[in-house]
């Protein structure tokens, strides 16, 4: 993607579902506006309640493949979305400069704060595990098991 004029080129917005890019199921799109010049910068799709059911029911479906990954799978694969917004942080911001009228450096720092929760959580897959707790109740314990 690229920025041409103020405007975001090569640009073809889609919802994905399911492992698919696709449009709104009724075509309606609605446009995303630069505030500081009220020019277009993309139109993208606007979802309806059955897109949004369609999300839930993928991710529903998606669940037992995620459960059956391992923590340091798992760990892997957070680490390289971290990595993945480290890397593309300056186009981020453009974006979000773009569409939000914020300064570009300002962005950065917001696309850092966010990476860095997914950095944090990369590490913390690793560490995933059950926990014995104490209980009210003086002579009871709960044990918490962690699930995908």
Do not use: C
């Not at 449009?23 to 139109?43: I, S």
């Not at 993945?84 to 974006?95: D, M, S, T």
């Not at 009210?136 to 709960?142: E, L, V, Y």
């Amino acid at each position: 993607m690229t920025v041409v004029d103020g405007r975001l080129a090569d640009v073809t917005p889609k919802l994905f579902i399911g492992g698919a890019w696709r449009d709104a199921a009724d075509g309606k799109t609605f446009p995303v506006r630069n505030p500081a010049t009220d020019e277009v910068l993309a139109h993208v799709p606007a979802a309806s309640a059955s897109e949004a059911g369609d999300a839930v029911r993928a991710a529903e479906a998606a669940l037992p493949a995620w459960r059956a990954t391992t923590a340091g799978e798992r760990s892997k694969l957070l680490r390289r979305f971290f990595d993945l917004v480290v890397e593309k942080r300056e186009w981020l911001a453009l974006i979000m400069s773009l569409e939000e009228g914020k300064p570009v450096e300002e962005a950065l720092g917001e696309i850092a704060y966010g990476a860095a929760f997914l950095e944090w959580a990369a590490e913390e897959a690793k560490r995933v595990s059950g926990e014995v707790i104490p209980h009210s109740a003086g002579d009871k314990r709960m044990l918490v098991l962690r699930q995908g």
